[in-house]
């Protein structure tokens, strides 16, 4: 089954409109039975106080004719005289009155008019009746129904009748209004919001066309959108900050391979220079063996220089796994310098350490040997010679700690956050590296969650310290 888009727009407007037309809808059923209810209750209530007025006036004006108030032909004839005096009174305004005996016979009507329902009304009942008058006309009345029983009298039933007319053409008038309101209030409310959505949407289509538009020859640019909307502008900030980081990321890997290709061409430019000179003439055995063992070293540093890249590339895509055990940090560089200090003496340097025991982390045995090796060579490069280097674990409310201090060449504080970048180099005089080291140093540290700082002064010379969390348990 084909999958329709109706977009964000219609993704608002649909839902929107269907609840507002059903809560609209629910609001005019509501009015329109309210409006209806409380005309017919109000119509229901004046018919009630004009029949007990009626009654009342009857039996006042039946007191005073003096009639004898037990004879029947006496309360005919005072039934037909009083309907016909009171027609034009105000309580009979508008309203049609008739007196019927108990049995219904009718003994007394306005306006020429019987009633005739087609079932008999009961007592204190108000139902809506078609009337027929005189003339033919027919007319539809809410009619209320009275039994008045009178003691040593004839009892009586009075009939009180109000055309619905009024009543029915205000209902038709408002159902006519709501019908028409509503649909007009959901267009205009449809229009609103596609106004509203369009404008609200107008910064989020300019996001798309410019990440439509730029591509890799384009990092640079950003989306800076400045719409009033919180939620689309911090999406054009994270579209900005995606761009940025994209950006630095291209601009590295381009550093990257340019330093490659440096670093790899140095060694093979010097190698083919070699072979090309030892071929212009006949050479010794000893001059040819020279040049192949110079072209073994250089050899030997480009597979140096691929192999530190192989081992960071594994430790980015994580095909290393850090295999966790809980470690003396203080035990485990003790034994490493036990086995590198040798390296260190044999340059005329000295080592000193300060391993404070209980230093507890959960580590990578290999991972940590890593980072102490690369450390320790770097101080080593760097030391100016007949000094010491410095070893110490110790613990802090920060964490488990390793410092690496050397007193050699001070670190410029401008450069201090570059160190960790891959074949970042400084000029430094008779140094030798290939600037991976630290790289490495960070991607582990990274990985044991530790946290990495670099201090590098004069007096105090430079100092790599290495903070792990500390595990107690």
């Not at 083919?272 to 063992?293: I, P, W």
Request: charged share 20%; aromatic share 8%.
């Amino acid at each position: 089954m084909k999958k329709h888009n109706i977009g964000l727009l219609g993704t608002i407007l649909l839902p929107t409109l269907s609840a507002l037309g059903i809560a609209l809808c629910s609001l005019g059923l509501f009015i329109y039975f309210l409006f209806y209810s409380q005309l017919y209750a109000g119509m229901d209530a004046v018919l009630k106080s004009k029949a007990e007025g009626l009654i009342e006036s009857i039996d006042l004006f039946w007191n005073l004719e003096g009639k004898d108030r037990n004879a029947y032909a006496e309360f005919v004839s005072f039934a037909q005289t009083w309907v016909t005096e009171k027609s034009p009174d105000s309580i009979l305004l508008n309203s049609i009155v008739q007196i019927s005996d108990i049995s219904g016979a009718i003994i007394a009507t306005s306006r020429n008019v019987n009633f005739r329902p087609e079932n008999p009304i009961n007592p204190g009942a108000i139902v809506t009746v078609k009337t027929v008058f005189t003339d033919g006309q027919t007319m539809l009345l809410r009619v209320y129904a009275q039994d008045v029983p009178e003691k040593n009298r004839p009892g009586y039933r009075i009939l009180v009748g109000q055309p619905i007319a009024t009543i029915e053409s205000a209902i038709y008038n408002l159902k006519t209004a709501l019908l028409l309101i509503i649909p007009a209030v959901l267009v205009f409310l449809a229009l609103t919001i596609v106004f509203i959505v369009r404008r609200a949407l107008r910064p989020l289509e300019n996001i798309i066309d410019s990440m439509g538009r730029i591509g890799v020859k384009n990092l640079n640019e950003r989306v800076s959108i400045n719409s009033g909307m919180r939620e689309i502008s911090a999406l054009g900030k994270s579209f900005d900050t995606m761009l940025e980081r994209l950006d630095n990321a291209f601009t590295e890997q381009r550093t990257f391979i340019a330093d490659l290709s440096h670093q790899i061409k140095t060694p093979l430019s010097i190698v083919k220079g070699q072979l090309e000179t030892t071929l212009r003439h006949e050479r010794s055995q000893e001059e040819y063996a020279e040049v192949l063992e110079s072209g073994l070293e250089e050899i030997d540093t480009i597979t140096r220089i691929i192999e530190k890249l192989l081992l960071l590339a594994r430790y980015d895509s994580r095909e290393i796994r850090p295999e966790f055990k809980r470690l003396d940090l203080g035990l485990e560089i003790r034994s490493l310098v036990d086995d590198f200090a040798l390296l260190a003496r044999s340059r005329g340097l000295g080592v000193t350490t300060s391993l404070s025991p209980g230093a507890w982390i959960q580590a990578d045995q290999n991972m940590l040997r890593q980072i102490f090796i690369n450390l320790f060579d770097n101080a080593v490069k760097y030391a100016n010679p007949e000094t010491d280097i410095q070893i110490s674990v110790f613990v802090s409310d920060k964490g488990a700690s390793l410092s690496v201090r050397d007193f050699g060449i001070c670190i410029d504080p401008s450069n201090i956050p570059y160190l960790f970048g891959r074949f970042q180099r400084f000029e430094t005089a008779g140094v030798q590296g290939f600037g991976l080291g630290l790289s490495i140093v960070e991607t582990i540290a990274l990985q044991h969650g530790a946290t990495i700082d670099v201090q590098s002064s004069v007096p105090d010379g430079t100092v790599f310290s290495i903070t792990f969390p500390i595990n107690d348990k």
